[in-house]
């Protein structure tokens, strides 16, 4: 029997009407869906694509536990990779939803990585957080020779700062419990008029401010865009 394929497909930062021409005809004629969920919690990804999903679709969940600790992660991975595995191996294309860009920070790689060797895998590109947020905020990332960079949060205060140091623009993300340090850091750096914040971005329950305005803690989907040269042409909305 032949093999289905493993298609992961990108949903964008939130807002539905952002789901590519491609995601949208592929989830419509899906048979069997894959996608992600914190348990006892309905998944982001699949309210994002809920619209198009047929009915009468295989629904497989993979219920990702939010711990510090990667061991609990990895074997919902595991589990998730297997359940997927079957269907395959019956011929069922098998279509995974992620939240944003598959490939940046995005869900679907782990189980790329579980089962690429295995079965043929096409992926479809999604908007990035990054890319959303600054549209959101009128912020260009990178002009002419910039060096833009993506900085994680929890990154210890000497790699944050060496990193924006090298940088001339920064998207500063997973900030979470982690923006007061980040804060602090930022206004010993004088760039705290530099840094702005927003969460939730082009969500109904959107929030964008300065950074010296945001609150602590923050919610997960959240960052810190920063620029240290041109003006950013920052637009405040709440």
């Given at each position: 029997m032949t093999k289905g394929k493993l298609i992961g497909v990108g949903l964008g930062p939130g807002d539905p009407d952002l789901l590519t021409v491609r995601a949208v005809r592929l989830i419509s004629a899906a048979n069997v869906i894959a996608y992600p969920a914190l348990p006892d919690t309905e998944s982001f990804a699949r309210q994002i694509a809920a619209r198009h999903i047929p009915a009468g679709a295989h629904e497989i969940v993979i219920e990702i536990p939010m711990?510090?600790?990667r061991g609990p992660a990895q074997a919902a991975y595991d589990l998730g990779a297997k359940r997927i595995a079957e269907a395959l191996d019956l011929g069922e294309d098998v279509l995974v939803l992620c939240e944003g860009d598959p490939f940046f920070y995005g869900s679907f790689m782990y189980l790329h990585a579980r089962l690429a060797e295995h079965y043929v895998v096409d992926v479809v590109p999604g908007i990035t957080s990054v890319n959303a947020a600054a549209t959101r905020i009128h912020f260009p990332l990178a002009a002419r020779n910039e060096v833009f960079t993506v900085i994680p949060a929890p990154l210890d205060d000497n790699s944050v700062r060496s990193r924006i140091e090298a940088s001339d623009t920064c998207a500063i993300l997973k900030v979470g419990r982690h923006l007061g340090r980040i804060r602090a850091l930022l206004s010993n750096l004088g760039l705290l008029?530099?840094?702005?914040?927003?969460?939730?971005?082009t969500l109904?329950?959107?929030?964008s401010m300065t950074l010296a305005d945001a609150p602590d803690p923050a919610p997960y989907f959240s960052m810190i865009l920063v620029s240290k040269g041109r003006d950013p042409w920052l637009k405040t909305q709440s």
């Open positions: 711990t510090k600790e008029d530099r840094a702005h914040y927003i969460e939730r971005a109904d329950q959107e929030v």
